[in-house]
């Protein structure tokens, strides 16, 4: 299972209703695969699964060969060692720091010069310098989105998480920014799990289609 | 106006103030953040003492901590000195009872945070740690610190817990509120009178403090 996201799992909820992902993609190089499925089939819960901010009842998680969870042998990675980057459906932007603070976040451990470089450098790549001294509420939903997503791939993660980035953003942004996410992502070179419940997005965006039914 | 008095109240205040911040902080964290199914029953304890009344609370410490409980021969025997009509022993009951005006707030400045940014710190690499330092804290600044303001202005009118676990001794466990206590039962209506406006205005003023804290907090 080396080179490959293999994940098997059950979620159970506390009514009784059970939610099942059986996923398998590329895990060393770009690939997007979307979780496609109605309001409430529980694509958010599965992508946090996947994060490690939730556990699953049963099943396992494997990335590259490195079990993430494991129901049976109690394996549960938190969030923090799996090195994976989410993106959340209402960007999560820490508003008490600027846009630069919130994208050199996840930095902490590198010099700050070099941070500043790094913080500079996809600032332009991503078209939002001169945004550095905002807070949050100060810039568009489109460039919060932007923000969001440097702040993610500024840390090189292993496994890129999408929670309906475009959602927030009017139909016009959505989409522009549905044809320009996949050149982005593309240029980072990593594996991408998706969720939204729109199909043009689905279809604009995936190598890899999941669809999910509600109680499945 | 009883000086020893003022004094004894602002220390014993300081320092259940800072007890509380201690151990109140972690204590809020986990009751805002916990999903645990008996959680309500360490909310319940939490919240006794404001539904009891404080001599109850004052006779309970008491006989918990008297030199015939186990409480009280251990602290005998690690500082050779007794708990009850002692400073620590009214510091003990002050702890306890002032537990829920600062857990309260606190939970409830916790509890007022977005989840998503905790989650966010976490999947940006942070530790729990780090992210309680640089990501928990400054969002919830306003709301702790009118906690620890309403704690400090609760503990300054103490009286029933004091004086069942203190009782009166002049320099050691006699607070304002007892002090007034005392010159309303020695007809000294002007030194009543004197003291309990100055608590007056303390508290009035303390009270500002905290509903401007808690308005800037909810407001950003």
Known sequence: ?216 | MDWPAAFLTLKIAFATTVILFAIGIPLAYWLAMSTWRGKFVVEAVVALPIVLPPTVLGFYILMATGPQSVVGQAYEQATGSRLPFSFAGILLGSVLFNLPFAVRPFTAAFASMNRRLIEASWCLGETRWGTFRRVTLPLCWHGLLAGVVLTFAHTIGEFGVVLMVGGNIPGVTRTLSISIYDDVQSLNYTSASQTSLVLVLFSFTVLCIAQMLGRKGRST
């Open chain 1, 1 to 216: 299972m080396s080179g490959e996201l293999v994940a098997g799992f059950e979620k159970h909820y506390p009514g009784g209703a059970k939610i099942r992902c059986e996923l398998r993609m590329p895990a060393t190089r770009f690939f997007i695969t979307v979780l496609i499925g109605p309001s409430g089939c529980g694509k958010t819960t599965l992508l946090r699964c996947l994060a490690g901010l939730e556990r699953p009842n049963s099943g396992c998680i494997v990335f590259d060969g490195a079990c993430w969870f494991d129901a049976t042998t109690r394996i549960h990675r938190s969030p923090q060692d799996r090195g994976i980057g989410f993106l959340f459906q209402d960007y999560a932007l820490f508003p008490h720091l600027t846009v630069a603070q919130n994208i050199g976040y996840g930095l902490q451990s590198i010099p700050s010069d070099e941070r500043r470089k790094r913080v500079s450098t996809i600032m332009s790549q991503f078209q939002i310098d001169g945004l550095e001294s905002r807070f949050p509420h100060q810039v568009s939903g489109g460039q919060q989105q932007r923000v969001s997503l440097a702040r993610v791939l500024i840390r090189k993660p292993r496994l890129l998480l999408l929670d309906e980035p475009l959602s927030a953003l009017d139909e016009e942004l959505r989409e522009l920014l549905r044809g320009q996410l996949r050149g982005i992502l593309r240029d980072f070179d990593i594996p991408v799990v998706m969720v939204t419940h729109d199909q043009r997005e689905a279809q604009a965006l995936a190598d890899q289609v999941v669809v999910l039914r509600p109680n499945e």
